[in-house]
């Protein structure tokens, strides 16, 4: 190995808290847990530290960690022709039992087919036998639609990995060497919470634009079902391994609950991970004094954190302990409510904070069930100001179904109110904050009901960024910042894209990432995949997988949500 890969590697390790260390032995079970992205990404993923955990805490499992090489250790890789491998210990990933992906974006799946030819295994599952490790996938993004991933991955985990991956690890200890690939991926595909895409075809579908996934034999499942963790106290999140190197260095992450009750209808949280699980008090209490000794800072985590039932007393506990509170995200709503939470992120320090209004307009909020009125919204504002918070970062969606451009100059007007009550609350303290403003195209989800709809083409996404730009620009103390709208209609194609979008995947690693030169080198086309509107009628690629609200609810709600629209 490459002096310089080893040293970078001790570098990373020397500068961690709670590294797991386990001897390694001929009858354990060796797990390469792959994170697509860097190391500083990775290790701000809290999913990526409770499969890390939960993995070690088996016995006779040994789990280490992989990352993708920054750009200047990518390049050493590549000259030297070194095989990538483990953190911890530096093995060859050929050398692991299982190689488990923790997937939790689209934009990263160009990454998992750089680690395999980093690490000397072959892209596609066809390619791969006995000799070669298990290829696991799981995380937020697969689980929904794993479909574009289905020619590189032999096995997919929905829903909450620690219950399926428990079985999955008894099988393996019990079948893995005694038959062959196919036989023991077959008696996977048995288990819920698993799916095996070899043995499932895409079939022509009574509409013309796609097919529908069917099973090769009967012996597997014709839907898949999710696998869901029922108690967080037996199940836990937090902060395995504590380290600087990452977004969330000088904090101790908690999970406090799963899921979501809102269901905000661009989000599909809200639709796939319910119901909402609470971990308990007293567990918490326990996670909150493990931080305690390690970080002042403790960092709730939920997409629901306004709805945990104990947290005041959890907000109070902190306090008393001389910690300081940080919250992962938060309801608008909440903060008139429970006007602790204000006076706890007061007491923090917390300089800035962070709101989704998502639209400019009462009319597309509602069309996203979003309640919230601009009354609201800067009653907040002023109330979040009023407290000495200076600086507001705003996130908002652009491209959204039945968008016009005055709903786009109301994300200007609504910016520039929000300017306005910082100059009038910067009277008092001499100095005015800093309002950032995040404007991201919309990207359709499967397992929602807008997962029917079209995406702006990428010119027009264009356009309304450039007005948006060119008119906050007048504005003092405001930065735009925004995601590409090349990069969101990747995303939008992986997102909903069916098994064809795999050869996309293996052309654009190819041409370094030029998935519209891929698309142009297959004579196929993207549009079909992003600027069309789906009838409701048609075979969606996701079809086969129970991980959310049926599609029959699905579209029910779609089709009333546009009916009212069109009355509008």
């Given at each position: ?531 069309r509107t789906r009838p409701l009628d048609e075979c969606l690629p996701w079809e086969h997988l129970q991980v959310g609200r049926s599609q029959q609810r699905l579209a029910n709600e779609y089709h009333a949500l546009f009916s009212v629209e069109a009355d509008l």
């Amino acid at each position: 190995m490459d002096y310089r890969i080893r040293r970078n590697a001790e570098k990373k390790l020397q500068g961690e808290i709670g590294t797991i260390y386990k001897g390694r032995s001929s009858e354990d079970i060796s797990i390469a847990l792959a994170y697509p992205n860097s190391y500083y990404v990775g290790m701000s993923n809290l999913g990526l530290h409770a499969i890390y955990g939960f993995l070690n805490d088996q016995a006779g499992v040994v789990c280490e960690r992989v990352f993708l090489p920054d750009q200047e250790l990518l390049d050493i890789y590549e000259k030297t022709g070194t095989c990538l491998c483990s953190l911890e210990s530096q093995i060859p990933l050929p050398d692991f039992d299982i190689l488990a992906f923790s997937v939790s974006f689209e934009n990263d799946y160009l990454n998992i087919l750089t680690l395999l030819k980093l690490g000397r295994i072959p892209l596609t599952a066809e390619k791969r036998d006995e000799c070669f490790p298990l290829v696991v996938a799981g995380g937020a993004a697969s689980a929904i639609n794993p479909e574009p991933l289905a020619m590189f991955v032999d096995v997919f985990v929905l829903g909450d990995g620690e219950p399926v991956l428990e079985e999955l690890l008894r099988l393996y200890r019990r079948d893995a060497e005694s038959c062959s690939r196919p036989q023991f991926l077959e008696r996977l595909a048995a288990l819920v919470g698993v799916y095996v895409p070899a043995l499932y075809e895409m079939k022509p579908c009574r509409s013309r634009q796609s097919g529908r996934m069917s099973p090769l034999s009967d012996k597997v499942p014709a839907v898949i079902a999710k696998c869901s963790v029922e108690s967080l106290e037996q199940h836990p999140a937090y902060s395995r391994i504590l380290t600087e190197q990452t977004e969330f260095g000088n904090l101790f992450l908690l999970q406090i609950n799963r899921g979501c009750s809102y269901k905000c209808r661009f989000c599909h949280t809200g639709y796939t991970q319910s119901p909402l699980r609470h971990l308990p008090l007293d567990a918490a209490l326990k996670f909150v004094r493990r931080g305690l000794r390690y970080r002042k800072r403790i960092g709730l985590v939920g997409a629901a954190i306004a709805d945990y039932p104990h947290l005041e007393e959890l907000c109070a506990a902190i306090t008393a302990q001389g910690g300081t509170l940080s919250l992962s995200s938060l309801r608008l709503s909440a903060l008139s409510q429970k006007p602790y939470l204000l006076e706890a992120l007061v007491a923090a320090g917390q300089k800035t904070l962070t709101m989704a209004p998502e639209s400019g307009t009462e009319r597309l909020r509602r069309l996203l069930r979003k309640s919230l009125s601009d009354k609201d919204f800067y009653d907040t504002v002023a109330d979040v100001l009023a407290a000495q918070i200076p600086n507001l970062k705003l996130y908002f969606l652009i491209g959204l179904p039945g968008e016009t451009l005055e709903d786009v100059d109301a994300i200007v007007a609504m910016c520039t109110r929000c300017h306005e009550l910082m100059v009038q609350a910067a009277r008092a303290r001499g100095t005015i904050g800093k309002l950032i403003v995040s404007v991201n195209p919309f990207v359709p989800k499967p397992f929602t009901p807008l997962q029917w709809c079209a995406m702006d083409a990428e010119a027009v996404l264009k356009r309304k960024l450039q007005l948006l730009k060119r008119k906050l620009k007048r504005t003092g103390n405001v930065e735009l910042i925004h995601e590409a709208p090349r990069w969101a209609l990747w995303q939008g194609i992986l997102a909903r894209g069916d098994r064809r979008i795999g050869g996309v995947l293996l052309k654009a690693s190819e041409f370094q990432g030029n998935w519209k030169k891929a698309f142009r080198a297959l004579e196929m086309s993207p549009d079909f995949y992003v600027h069309r509107t789906r009838p409701l009628d048609e075979c969606l690629p996701w079809e086969h997988l129970q991980v959310g609200r049926s599609q029959q609810r699905l579209a029910n709600e779609y089709h009333a949500l546009f009916s009212v629209e069109a009355d509008l």
